[in-house]
């Protein structure tokens, strides 16, 4: 296996289905190969395979699911996102990111702003409109995480692992 890993977090059922018809909606449709997602990790190197099936399952099953609230809209240069508020969820990427000091890359050394992108690689007037036009369009929502989830880089499209729910 020579391709990385991918480490999100599972959104629930009604948020992942709102935020994902957004995205299909506004993503460029030549470029969309996923759905709906809250990145935690860009890229494990394959050698930590094993490794991330342990540890993974062992946060997951004593971890209770993490608050989060749907934030404002975030510019994204060239798109747009929903900021993702979850002082915990940030609390359990940091627990990952220790168990495997060392062997993050750059830009996963880095704490994160959680998001959901539903619009990316798109010219910058583009990116404002949509934002113009989602401005005020949904009502912040609290919501738990349900889980961290484990997907393989493929070159664009992502090929789902598998997914330990937050049970603690």
Known sequence: MSDPFIVTAALPGEIFAWADRLRQAHFPAERNHLKAHVTLFHAFAPTLFDELKTVLPQIAADTAPPEAELGGLMNLGRGTAIDIRSPRMLEVRERIAERFHGALTKQDQHKPRLHITVQNKVEPNAAKALQRELDG?????????????????????WEFVKRWSFRG
């Open 137 to 157: 369009s949904y009502e912040r929502h609290r919501f738990g995480f349900t889980g961290l989830e484990l997907h393989i880089y493929r070159g664009g499209p």
